[in-house]
DNA sequence: CGAGTGAGTTGGATTTCCGAACCCACTAAG
DNA sequence: CTTAGTGGGTTCGGAAATCCAACTCACTCG
């Protein structure tokens, strides 16, 4: 049987969630838009990184722009719809320092505009409240996906 | 290449990026913990499935928890390391809802206790403002992996 | 002239993915 | 008892993606 769950997170990480996509995004995000900077930062072989970068590009979420003529030469610029990926990188960073650098050293620390020490975090826009797992339900709009009504703890 | 940038986000990718993984989470966070509901619902091969559940379980994301002794059966629970990954999945699902689902049809809806739609945003912690990329500096803690200063835009 | 750089392309070995088939332990039906 | 069905995998061989090194091309700089 081959139909699986219809699902926006299914149809992002189908566009995205290619070895060192998310990765290309952080770097053109921190300002790396080159093509050097991206194998060196990312760590990804030159051939992927063409073929990320051509995909990403055809879906909106890079741009390649001009540089220099004589020769060639492009940087590849996020878009709006790229820089948009911005959270989704916050959280897996978020992710990452909590449960994975043990001692609580992290490799990057961002500052927010307010002078603080970015920690982010998911609130409902409705409310302001943080987000728990436990206060969700959720209502397949497709017919035949429901699990379990309430989201399961 | 040699020595990519250190970072939680890579990191996190390299025990969650692989395909499938977080589909596996989005389905145990949806109460389908069984083998058959993840085949179905991610639409993995089966023996995929069965490499993504070990890594999963060995991280410490996931735990196999008997629901029948003969014959013997397991269901795959999410731990709270496994649960925290959450709002990248509701930053994720956000995205695909705002740049991939055109006429604004969303296969999926989540409702917030407080009784409305969710409508996820990353915020400060210290602030509560919501977080703009262009609101952010970074500092690099590992040496040589300055970009641009400000988080270039 | 020769060395270096940025942005790729090409070729071949390795790894991963996929789908279907198979196996095992049981349960339920005839 | 025999047969069919189910849940949870494992085992195949072939297709596809990945990796890495080497190579090209178009310049620039000393």
Redesign the pocket.
């Given at each position: 049987m081959?139909d699986p769950r219809p699902c926006s997170i299914a149809e992002t990480l189908a566009l995205v969630g290619?070895?060192?996509s998310l990765l290309i995004l952080r770097e053109v995000s921190l300002g790396a838009t080159?093509?050097?900077?991206?194998?060196r930062n990312t760590?990804?072989?030159?051939?992927?990184?063409?073929?990320?970068?051509?995909r990403l590009v055809d879906a909106g979420l890079l741009e390649?722009a001009e540089?220099?003529?004589?020769?060639?030469?492009?940087?590849?610029r996020p878009t709006r719809a790229g820089l948009d990926l911005g959270p989704v990188l916050l959280m897996l960073m978020s992710w990452g320092d909590r449960h994975l650098q043990e001692g609580g050293f992290r490799p990057m620390v961002l500052e927010h505009a307010c002078g603080h020490e970015l920690v982010p975090q998911v609130v409902c826009r409705e409310c302001g409240e943080r987000v728990e797992h436990e206060s969700l339900t959720h209502h397949p709009q497709v017919p035949g996906w429901t699990v379990t009504g309430p989201v399961a703890g």
């Open positions: 081959k290619e070895k060192y080159r093509f050097d900077q991206l194998a760590g990804a072989p030159r051939d992927v990184l063409t073929t990320r970068l051509k390649k540089y220099s003529d004589r020769p060639r030469r492009y940087e590849y």
